[in-house]
């Protein structure tokens, strides 16, 4: 089994940036991508941006490209999301989720065969 928990949620003034960070515990060795997911109240959960192990493959949604950097940090077992210039319509709870499988392209955008989520950490982004 693997643990994952959120970091570095919070409220932020559009235009403003959040660092979120998730630390894995357990059988992180089992881990191949690991990313973000996020759900805005009303909506369906949406994909982010996920990094593979080595970090040769990283994925992101249209939404982040160009603001959000992801990275990976094996050492530690952690993940971080870099989000800059921050809009009212990132807000959201962001999961921080795992896989043991590999994936590519539109694969990795879905929550299928992503076995393990945290509890997710709240970022808020005010106009």
């Known amino acids: 089994q693997v643990q994952l928990v959120e970091s570095g949620g919070g409220l932020v003034q559009a235009g403003g940036s959040l660092r979120l960070s998730c630390a894995a515990s357990g059988r992180t060795d089992s881990i191949y991508f690991m990313g973000w997911f996020r759900q805005a109240p009303g909506k369906e959960r949406e994909f982010v941006a996920v990094?593979?192990?080595?970090?040769?493959?990283?994925y992101y949604a249209n939404s982040a490209k160009g603001r959000f950097t992801i990275s990976r940090d094996n050492a530690k077992s952690t993940v971080t999301l870099q989000m800059n210039n921050l809009k009212p319509e990132d807000t959201a709870v962001y999961y921080c989720?795992?896989?043991?499988?590999?994936?590519?392209?539109?694969?990795?955008?879905?929550?299928?065969?992503?076995?393990?989520w945290g509890q997710g950490t709240q970022v808020s982004v005010s106009s």
């Open positions: 989720a795992a896989r043991p499988t590999i994936c590519s392209g539109y694969a990795c955008s879905t929550d299928r065969g992503y076995d393990y």
């Open positions: 990094i593979s192990r080595n970090g040769y493959s990283i």
